[in-house]
């Protein structure tokens, strides 16, 4: 286990107002005070800042010791590095313990440079205990599922990331012979001049190169016309040949991918680069799959990446074909409801909108555990327009289309910095060259003073997203006497929200247990069945089962459905009639015989 860094957090008690002369204030004004447009916050955490793994940790830990009898911690087990994957459960257990709920599981930073969905992860915590108790919809929200979030799967790549110059963070740590020579990781970039960034590297040639410098800006390159000189060749990336091979920078750190080795679609690296050697050999793949096997009642799955601004579906391949058209609809529902609630977001499928992906985290959780799963690409670099002259970007007569937009918005927003400007260097093997270029959190990482928005819509979608995993409900029962000790009992049940119990895949699949409808009681059940219209006189559909006590629903309770089970029995006395769904929770009625 990791030692956590040491900090102090001081408290700092601010007085208002004189002892002299201050009224006093009756309770309900300062509660409604409290509650304004400016609330006091129980833990007045700071989002305007990138945290390290530790910080993570620690700001877990806080939160945890602040929010006790709604929050618990735990280590998944170690990264390949040996760092701690800290998950947080959230759950009132006044309402019930976790698996009786719908579970909604939230990742992030499966790639070691896509920071921003960590601080989105740990915004969600924060949010909802702070608005616990005040806000009428998120403490309902607390109340009728349990949240699991996990702000980092790939601690070692976020923590490379923050602290070198940011090239290679990608992957996990697990050595990779990356260039086939026998050694591991032997020739990653270099910071040769020590600035922290890895650098764009030119040199002037004049009459003799294959770029030029922009008209618009001479920062930017540009490739010449097919049968034209230019006067510069750009050589790459900063680096060297450290291992003597004749190659730069073509071993790095690791060289794999994390979000490539999960068992659906998996395929061999070479079919899908980056896939390891056999479905779950990370450890930290290994660990979350672990985890949620564990934890079947788990609906809703979110694993945050960056960046395009995309709500993204599986499947990941096109060979993989359709999903039924049932899963699409509530897949569409949701996504494109994200569209509206996240701004220059698109909602697309992975491999017909992105690229595509074999063995990837959101085709596996959503065949393999039978879960809704999304990944969202934060940050859209059209946020910087935010303006009425959008269109303006657009258009290649604009002083800001193309690349100049980004250095437009760093200029006059970010006041440069982002950007390093071109300057000489002499290189050890490359001689007299210029090196510059932009730092590793641009282009990648939305410019902090846009994260509280990104923060919040991206987590409000989440919650959105787990508003609608599977609830079910018992509703209006009645008790007919037909003759004797003969009944005809009805009750209703209902799913409440747009999410089945059981996917069409995942029924497929078989990988989600069957609901259960069952009898306890002092009867004898004599035959069942559903009720087609319960308004109007007809059949029922029979249910042809040995054990009426206990009928298995293979396809389970589909999203905002009422259905009306139809019992007929012989006993006395009272009659519990239970509906048990792994995803949709278990309800339960009774009813009382003449």
């Not at 569409?332 to 609630?341: A, L, S």
């Amino acid at each position: 286990m990791n030692t956590m860094k040491k900090r102090t957090v001081t408290v700092l008690t601010l007085v208002l107002g004189t002892v002299f002369a201050a009224p006093m204030l009756d309770a309900p004004r300062l509660q409604a005070q409290q509650r304004g447009s400016d609330p006091e916050h129980t833990l007045p955490l700071t989002w305007d800042r990138w945290l390290d793994h530790d910080e993570i940790g620690e700001r877990m830990q806080l939160m945890q010791r602040t929010w006790p009898d709604l929050l618990s911690l735990q280590s998944l087990g170690n990264s390949f590095g040996g760092r701690e994957m800290w998950l947080m459960t959230i759950n009132n257990p006044r309402t019930g313990s976790e698996l009786e709920k719908a579970g909604m599981f939230i990742e992030a930073n499966v790639h070691g440079n896509e920071i921003q969905g960590g601080e989105v992860a740990l915004y969600t915590i924060w949010y909802l205990m702070e608005n616990y108790g005040e806000i009428d919809e998120i403490t309902r929200l607390v109340d009728e599922r349990v949240f699991y979030i996990l702000p980092t799967v790939n601690p070692d790549g976020r923590d490379y990331f923050l602290d070198n110059a940011g090239s290679g963070a990608r992957t996990g740590h697990i050595p990779v012979d990356s260039d086939g020579d026998g050694l591991f990781d032997e020739d990653p970039p270099n910071d040769l001049n020590g600035n922290g960034v890895i650098e764009q590297i030119r040199k002037y040639t004049p009459g003799a190169g294959n770029f030029r410098e922009s008209e618009q800006d001479p920062r930017i390159m540009v490739p010449v016309e097919p049968g034209s000189v230019g006067d510069w060749v750009m050589l790459g990336s900063e680096g060297i040949d450290d291992d003597g091979d004749g190659r730069v920078n073509e071993d790095p750190v690791g060289g794999y991918d994390p979000n490539r080795n999960y068992a659906s679609d998996w395929q061999p690296n070479y079919i899908q680069g980056g896939s390891m050697d056999y479905p779950f050999q990370l450890p930290e793949a290994r660990a979350i799959n672990d985890f949620m096997v564990a934890r079947p009642n788990i609906a809703g799955f979110q694993s945050f990446h960056n960046s395009g601004g995309m709500i993204l579906r599986p499947p990941g391949s096109a060979w993989y074909g359709q999903y039924p058209s049932a899963d699409i609809r509530v897949y569409d529902e949701i996504g494109e409801t994200g569209e509206r609630m996240l701004p220059y977001y698109d909602y697309l499928v992975i491999w017909r909108g992105l690229y595509t992906v074999h063995g990837g985290s959101i085709d596996w959780t959503n065949d393999g555990l039978g879960i809704i799963s999304f990944s969202n690409e934060l940050w859209n670099g059209g946020q910087y327009f935010n303006s009425p002259l959008l269109q303006e970007q657009q258009s290649g007569d604009s002083p800001i289309s193309g690349q100049q937009s980004r250095y437009f918005f760093d200029d006059l927003l970010e006041f440069g910095d982002q950007y390093v400007e071109w300057a000489p260097f002499q290189h050890p093997t490359l001689g007299a060259v210029e090196m510059g270029g932009f730092h590793k959190l641009s282009g990648r990482v939305n410019p902090r003073f846009l994260s509280m928005e990104l923060f919040h819509r991206n987590m409000a979608f989440t919650l959105y997203h787990a508003d609608m995993m599977p609830m079910m409900s018992m509703g209006e029962t009645s008790v007919e006497l037909v003759s004797g000790d003969l009944y005809r009992v009805r009750v209703d049940v209902r799913n409440e929200r747009l999410i089945p119990t059981i996917t069409v895949k995942g029924r497929q699949n078989n990988v989600v247990r069957p609901d259960i409808l069952s009898v306890d009681g002092d009867v004898n059940i004599v035959a069942a069945g559903w009720v087609t219209d319960k308004n109007r006189p007809g059949p029922t559909q029979m249910i042809d089962q040995s054990e009426l006590d206990r009928i298995l629903l293979r396809s389970g309770a589909p999203g905002r459905h009422t259905r009306t089970i139809e019992y007929l029995v012989r006993g006395s006395g009272s009659m519990t009639v239970e509906y048990s769904s792994i995803k949709g929770g278990t309800v339960r009625t009774t009813v009382q015989l003449r």
